[in-house]
């Protein structure tokens, strides 16, 4: 895994110190909130409705396990003993008090770890395949990239006032497992006629104005990702509309210019950049390459996986639902999943983190990644070990097998926490989870994916949720929009408005009407939700949804 | 015809904790939205918020948020400073679990 070289050290520690004179310089009242906000949100700091809000980055979701007992130490130490993973592969603290950031910042720089660039209109941390370098359908490994992505994007000079935030995310296999059609700049890896290369996606987003990434090169050769990258983004640096907030986002800019004049744009600035970049850059790419070497696989039986996929009930579902197929015989990829029945989607306790990371150290080669699905993935796990991994994972609530099932619910912070907020989003996804799981219905409904977002935002992906809710405030009460058919995969789809919203009370029975309708529907257990949806329309889920309205229809005809 | 003015009190969050404060009438801060002042005049809420303000050191954006107020003191009528007031409803922390 990437360490960091001197450098990086060096500049983590000078950036610290400034930020930590920063906080005094606030304390003590030299510095105003308004010429502070702006320092403090380029380390990542926030302010919520409670308190305040560190958001760290997790680059490319990877993590070793004295990271992640690091990140353990620090929600125990200054913050409420856990902490929340996001779908942008980051961790957020709810409660650091302003005194103890600088030294919260400190603690991460130990573990090579920081939040530069959480926040702002600046290059975010870039995200990754949460399977990479483990998925059997796998071109190569997307990490190197995402890391060389990282250098050249952290305190990039001319990236640092962008109209607003941008985002990365990279994918090394068809599949999509990343969501990069909703990032601003998505990047897969491909390979043509035995050479490597990128599929380059540009404007995609979600937030008020949801769209879909477009292909700007189907095939970008290898040496030019970073002129090229450079290219888009200095484009949209001039081109981007810093007039208008909502109009700001570079999927406006490809959307308002037509993706072929953006292209051309983007083509002409290429052709400028490409003679400065003079190789160094594929060097580092290499030498980055070599830092993510495969670990050591063994060749081993699997007759203990075996035996206890027959003899153990539990663990059987729990092998079917939360495994993934690794490229390796005899390994599997393992989630685990944060989103036990009733708590609260994405959050580990402390004491789950260092487990998580004992076990990742004992059995997953010391690599641990963050899911943007809110989950932690063991990527490189013999299956002669899972019976022992299943049944650690049991003793600290965390062996719920439930992934990609109705449950394994996305949900941002909402009203409970974000000071944007317009209604709640936590506790809708606890009640559906457990509506769900006392019906005991979940594994009969298979593969759904529900995303929850607190407000237009769309930090928690509503739009691309096999069903989507969105919160918000009509007249001063909670009201959930419901949307259907929406997919964040390589065949990513918005998801369409069924009609009017529900209220608190009523959301997780609408859920509930949605998902009778489909159980009634579908041609049988093999035919997926989306499957269905995609056959049928929404027809028969706005009659389940709307009865009164459907009645009235048919009165009226 | 203008809207009539209805009842408001000055909050912000805390400089160092970063939690939800009230101003009062001697122009300190509390943490209890019963302690709060209640404003009834316009011309008088909008000074008291530059007021408000004015302390930097210790405080971080200060608002006016409608009240309702009671025998008790001042309630919330929208449910964002109800949920300001008490703490996030997934864990019993912040106010509901300090006060
Ligand atoms: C709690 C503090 C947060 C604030 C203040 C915040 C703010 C925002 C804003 C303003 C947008 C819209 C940006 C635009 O369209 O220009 C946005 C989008 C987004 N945020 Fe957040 N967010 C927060 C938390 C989160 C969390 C917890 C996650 C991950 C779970 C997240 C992930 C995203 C994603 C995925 C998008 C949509 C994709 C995009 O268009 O960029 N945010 N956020
Ligand atoms: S979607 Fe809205 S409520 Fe949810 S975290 Fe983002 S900004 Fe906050």
Known sequence: ?557 | MPRPFTPKVVTANALLEGDVVYFTTDNTWTRELTQAEVLTDEADADLRLIDASRQQDQIVGAYLADVDPTPEGPKPTHFREEFRRTGPSNYFHGKQAEL
Not at chain 1, 336 to 360: C, F, N, V, Y
Not at chain 1, 372 to 385: A, C, F, M, R, T
Not at chain 1, 511 to 531: G, K, S
């Open chain 1, 1 to 557: 895994m990437y360490k960091y070289s001197e450098f990086d050290t060096a500049f983590l520690a000078e950036r610290n110190a400034q930020f930590r004179a920063q906080v005094e310089r606030r304390i003590d009242g030299s510095l105003t909130e308004d010429e502070f906000k702006p320092l403090r949100l380029m380390n990542g700091l926030y302010l919520q409705l409670h308190a305040y809000m560190l958001r760290v980055a997790i680059p490319y979701g990877t993590l070793r396990s004295a990271q992640m007992r690091q990140l353990a130490m620090i929600a125990e130490k200054w913050d409420k003993g856990y902490g929340h993973f996001t779908t942008r592969q980051n961790i957020q603290y709810n409660w650091p008090k302003l005194r103890d950031v600088p030294d919260i910042l400190d603690a991460l720089g130990e573990v090579e770890m920081h939040a530069i660039q959480t926040s702002g209109n600046t290059i975010r941390n870039v995200t990754a395949d949460h399977f990479a370098g483990a998925a059997a359908d796998e071109v190569d490994d997307p990490r190197p990239v995402a890391e060389l992505l990282r250098q050249w994007s952290t305190d990039h000079p001319e990236f640092q006032f962008l109209p607003r935030k941008f985002k990365f995310a990279v994918i090394g296999s068809e599949a999509d497992r990343a969501v990069i059609r909703a990032h601003d700049i998505g990047v897969q890896l491909v390979e043509q006629d035995g050479k490597r290369g990128y599929r380059i996606l540009v404007g995609g987003g979600l937030g008020r104005t949801p769209m879909i990434g477009k292909v700007i090169r189907d095939f970008l050769p290898e040496e030019d990702l970073l002129p090229y990258a450079e290219a888009i983004v200095s484009t949209y640096n001039i081109l981007g509309r810093r007039d208008n907030k909502y109009k700001a986002r570079i999927k406006i800019t490809v959307h308002e210019n037509g993706i072929d004049t953006y292209k051309e744009l983007t083509e002409a600035r290429f052709a400028e950049l490409k003679p400065q970049f003079e190789g160094v850059d594929q060097e580092m790419l290499s030498s980055i390459r070599a830092q993510f070497a495969a670990p050591a696989f063994r060749n081993a039986p699997t007759d203990d996986f075996d035996a206890a996929y027959k003899a153990d009930p539990v663990f059987r579902a729990w092998a079917d639902t939360n495994l993934a197929a690794h490229k390796v015989e005899g390994y599997a990829i393992v989630s685990i999943s944060l989103k036990k029945h009733g708590e609260t989607p994405g959050d580990a306790t402390a004491e789950q983190m260092r487990l998580i990371a004992d076990l990742g150290e004992q059995y997953s080669h010391d690599d641990i990644r963050i899911s943007h699905e809110q989950n932690v993935i063991l990527p490189h796990v013999h299956k002669s070990d899972l019976p022992a991994l299943h049944a650690a994972l049991k003793t600290l609530g965390l062996a719920t097998a439930n992934i990609g099932l109705i449950s394994d619910i996305i949900a941002c912070p909402g009203m409970d926490y974000c000071a944007l907020a317009t209604a709640r989003s936590i506790p809708v996804a606890q009640e559906i989870a457990q509506r769900f799981d006392a019906l005991k219905m979940e594994h009969d409904i298979g593969p759904l994916k529900i995303k929850i977002s607190g407000c237009i935002n769309a930090c928690g992906h509503h739009h691309v949720g096999h069903i989507g809710i969105l919160g918000l405030d009509r007249a001063g009460v909670e009201n959930y929009q419901i949307t259907l058919g929406g997919d964040g995969t390589e065949e990513a789809t918005i998801g369409q408005r069924t009609g009017p919203g529900f209220s608190y009370e009523e959301i997780t029975d609408a859920i509930e009407r949605i998902i009778r309708a489909y159980l009634e529907h579908r041609t049988d257990a093999q035919e997926t939700f989306l499957e269905a949806y995609r056959r049928l329309g929404a027809d028969p889920f706005k009659a389940a949804l709307y009865p009164d309205k459907a009645e009235g229809k048919a009165n009226a005809a």
